[in-house]
């Protein structure tokens, strides 16, 4: 019998009282909301059979400023508490739990520390270190310096402000797209907790004292503010005990009790101090600001109107999925086709960011100066037509398409789909509301489904309500200037100089060397095992297994193989129809990547893109394109797999996919129109190619600042072999610098190209992919003789064979025999490091051993040399033991070359250290718990499909694993020495701010 059978509404159970109990049909589970009577604990358990089950502790948390005391505490609670006295058991848990999800997240109005575990006694681990470490941190004052903010003070005595979130938040300000969201949030929400940076704001981070800090947690992080959030098939009542007898009795002799006046309300209780707080005062008359931003690759301005419109619901979604869906909705099309801007602006659409207040921003970014009011004047006169002139039943029908498609995938974006359900529970939860008010999204999208039928003038009526007749609205510039950069870094100086005035350097110094010995105090095995962990004995060897099928289907001139993922995908089809572009010569190949993304964007069939997005998207969920670039792993298992189907020529070869998925009742359709697409695609739309080329331009710039560790990636293990190459030409700096060579001038003679392209890759033949449940893949069967003649799909041809020396003339600036440090010179506060190095091949004892030395790695050296000490986001290390590269990297690192020799230095000690038994175990567990999270059921698709593509098996999967549960402290240690040994043949670059000084080879970007 299940705990809500059991209990009531109104019973009690171990002082929890059941306050209600919802059929959350949609997500075919049940919602129990629990109250504590003295503490005041809430508690809401999602039940269904999910064997991944999810806890967070989740916290009312708000600022009247932007000192980051909130994030500062996120990250502070995770670094030693009562029970666990350990500098850091958040990491210990990373780096020896089975857990599938582990992280912490702070936003404007709340913190969340959510973890997942697919076995139970890991989960109750999870749950104690968890909760010991939100009630009962220690919150040292290292940890405040450590985890926030303090002055360090180098060799010469010049003085910097260093700590964790301090250099974290540096890198949101670098960042000009989040800037404008930010700027657009502060007009909207005017005088309130929204104005605010939550994460802190680098030049307000020093104004928090220690003491501020402490009395933070006081203030909001009690029981009675705490918002328990469970998930999966283990039991309430087991989990109740859990809480009951480890934390009930310790929360109520460490906090006041609660006093909740009425303790059986319906409605989650809240202080009048945090109400408020949580008072949202949104914008009450029409505004008109202007704002700077840093000037990182904007090539113009942010020019957006917002419209307040109040609560947010599923009808507001629906508006905005109306006017701006897809590219070919009304509002956006009409945006981006006016030559105003670039692209549409980073805010565009619905903001259902506080409950009670939501707004929805048009608008378009890279916008020249001089052509602002051009803007706002087009986005009014825009929406004033698309009311006049009435929706399309088109362009309605695409909407409700495009939300019912996405109210039923399950995706894996940010950890669990459980994660998904949670923020819609604390929208209203955090808010004052009922826990489950955003839980029936399927079922309230069908009472609005059933007023757009009834109501010809639903839609029209919409428009006029929240845009016609809205009176409060905000007209938003945000500029990108080169002065950003330069006041703050003025600031930045005088806050030095205040420091270099007030600060006592010899008990400042004092103060740094008991920092820094606290830091690299190396804790014992036995302070250590206070984190309790599984036992290697505990782990099943059995790996949750991907299957897939293999049949054929007769193409115009011979069989093509089909590949079929038996997966629940909860009514959708996702179809792959993959060709060859291994055999395109080397000299062309960096021009596919612009041609693939343009693929399906151009149109077809001789009609005009927008109206093909238009009927696309009242068929199918989606439509687009997939590269998968890879080479045979170099193993005798792999070549042993793929002799099987040699004779396919499927085997170690690069692919485009043209992809699309739906859901199953519109099989029949949407493969007659995805046959449409490939066969008849368009490439004459030169001004379609025009914009796509300029926003591709736009994001591979930008992408230096948020996505520096892909550019280093790339090009650094480009020097190895011929996959890493081929990608570096796709995606890498040589893509770069190759696509913002194109100007718009050659785009006529490149659409010539593409379709030559194109049209031989065509040529090349296919393999077809579908991932489905059972009952959808047979419908897709039976089909698929028909689609692959009127696609007149063909047969594979082998590969030419090009090897990796026919693509290296093609890199930028490639000098294999240079082993200088590279580095890539950007306008940032922040930056990045990487070392590339060989390792050995996988399925082998040295590789699993390799492995576990970068988890140990992981959690030790590097993250004490390159985050604690070093002040970085981030340092990491991991093998690709199938492509033999070891990869040592650093991110949003204030000291990028320094790290290079801290990754040395990190091997060498490794070297020198004796692993026990316990340490490695620890480090297999972590490994373990990698390999068995979930994937969605698309991703496990997807994963069938490319283990048949590059020969690995099920088997060979199991074998790795086997391999990693025997490595030996011995095989850790020779992995150790044989790493540092093969290191001396690295390739080491950065990615660095413009103004550091440097010895190395420079590349300007
Ligand atoms: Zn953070």
Redo the contacts with the bound molecule.
Sequence with gaps: MKFYEKYKVGAEYKDFIVISIDDLHDFKAVGVYLRHKTTGLEVYHIINDDEENLFSFNFRTLAKNSYGAA?IM??SVLCGSEKFPLKEPFTTLENQSVKSFLNAM?YPDKTSYPAASLIQSDYFNLMDVYADAVFFPKLSRQTFEQEGWRVEMDEKGKLSVQG??YN?MKARFSDFNQVCIDRMIDTMYPDSIYCYES?GDPLEIPNLTYDNWLEFHKQFYSPSNCLLFLYGNISTDVQLDFIAEKYIPRLAASYPPANIPDIRAETPFITAEIRELQKTLPLKSSVCKTYTAPDNGATGAMVCIAWYTGESSIEKTYLTEVLSGNDSSPLSKMLQESDLGDDLAPVCGNFGYVHQNNFIAYGLSGVKKGDEKKVFDLIKSAVQTIYENDVSKADINSAIMGIDFNLREVGRHFGPYSIVLMSKVLAGWTNGFKPNLHLSPISDFEKVKQQIALDPDYTKNLIKKYFIENSVQADVIVEPSKEYFKEREGRESSLLENFEKTVDKESLKKDLEELHAYQSRVETPEELSCIPHLKISELTADLNHITTQVSEVQGLDGEIPVVYSDEATNGIVYVDVAFPIDNVAPADFKDLPLMIDSLTDLGWNGKKWDECTAEMACIMGDVGTRTIIGDLPDSDYSRATVAAYKNKNVAGRSWITISAKFLSHKTEESLKLLSEIISKMSFDDAKRLKTILSENQLDKKSNFVHHGNHYLSLRGRSFFNKASAMNELFYGVSQYFHINSYTKKQVPELLKKYKALYESILNQGCVIHVTSDSDSLKAVDALLPEFVKTTGLKTLKPSIGYEYKDYLPYIYQFEPENHEVEAFKINTQSGFSAMYFPCTIWLTKEAAAEDILSTWLNGHQLWEKIRMTGGA?GGSCAPDASDKIFAMQSWRDPTPVKSLDLFIESLEEVCKKEFTEEEVECCIISNYSDEIVPDSPSQRGVRGFNRFLFGTTAQMIQTRLEQTLSVTPQDVHKAAERLLEYSKNCRKIVICDKSKEFCGKVIQI
């Design positions: 994030h996120e990250h702070t964790v979130v974290e994460g986001y």
